[in-house]
Nanobody
Framework: QVQLAESGGGLVQAGGSLRVSCVAS????????MGWFRQAPGKEREFVAA???????????YYGDSVKGRFTISRDNAKNTVYLQMNNLQPEDTAVYYC????????????????????WGQGTQVTVSS
């Protein structure tokens, strides 16, 4: 059974940092783009960040406009894990954060929309207080 399990969410004050993790099990996602989306109450799910797959050492990273310069995505293929480091968190970052894996493997295009996603995690809550 394929599973993406997020962890690391919680409550933090504005200006603080959190790192959320996503561990994949049931299959390897070495050749899949991985990413993060978030959904705040009453809002649509939005793209946060994505990281490409690679057969070498170069990974391409993409970010939503609202998190550029504050969030960093990374992956550890040996641990089948993807991370999202979130710095300078603001109340508007409050949301459920979802891990995502691309629908297809070895694609030249990384995740950018929900249509690109084939696998979802269950989500982890991040709450930023002012």
């Amino acid at each position: 059974q394929v599973q993406l399990a997020e962890s690391g969410g919680g409550l933090v004050q504005a200006g603080g940092s959190l790192r959320v993790s996503c561990v994949a099990s049931g299959r390897s996602f070495l050749t899949h783009s991985m990413g993060w989306f978030r959904q705040a109450p009453g809002k649509e799910r939005e793209f946060v960040a994505a990281i490409s797959w690679s057969e070498g050492v170069t990974y391409y990273k993409y970010y939503g406009d609202s998190v550029k310069g504050r969030f960093t995505i990374s992956r550890d293929n040996a641990k089948n894990t993807v991370y999202l480091q979130m710095n300078n968190l603001q109340p508007e970052d409050t949301a459920v954060y979802y891990c995502a894996a691309s629908r297809t493997s070895r694609s030249l295009q990384s995740i950018s929309t929900m249509a690109d996603v084939g696998y979802w995690g269950q989500g982890t809550q991040v709450t930023v207080s002012s």
